[in-house]
């Protein structure tokens, strides 16, 4: 089974940042498109950004562009999503998928940013 495992998040002040990283199992990271994910209080869970098996190619959400990084390293099984300038609309648990994603989600993990 895939294993999703997100890790990184935490309180920061609005203008901050923070590295997010998502452990994969087995040759996920490799195989297929990696996006993260997010979800905040009473809303659904929307798309931040993507990055392709390669790692060539990467798209984000109008929203976050400019300020997040999505990056992977292959040989660690690991994706990653370096965000800056956070705001306080940004506030949400963030999760890592397939892209599109698949049905399996990991525990995500909090991102708080005060105002």
């Known amino acids: 089974q895939v294993q999703l495992v997100e890790s990184g998040g935490g309180l920061v002040q609005a203008g901050g940042s923070l590295r997010l990283s998502c452990a994969t199992s087995?040759?996920?990271?490799?195989?297929?498109?990696m996006g993260w994910y997010r979800q905040a209080p009473g809303k659904e869970r929307e798309f931040v950004a993507a990055?392709?098996?390669?790692?060539?190619?990467?798209r984000y959400a109008d929203s976050v562009k400019g300020r997040f990084t999505i990056s992977k390293d292959n040989a660690k099984n690991t994706v990653f999503l370096q965000m800056s300038s956070l705001k306080p609309e940004d506030t949400a648990i963030y999760y890592c998928?397939?892209?599109?994603?698949?049905?399996?989600w990991g525990q995500g993990t909090q991102v708080t940013v005060s105002s």
């Open positions: 990055i392709d098996w390669s790692g060539g190619s990467t």
């Open positions: 087995g040759r996920t990271n490799i195989v297929y498109d």
């Open positions: 998928n397939r892209h599109p994603p698949s049905d399996y």
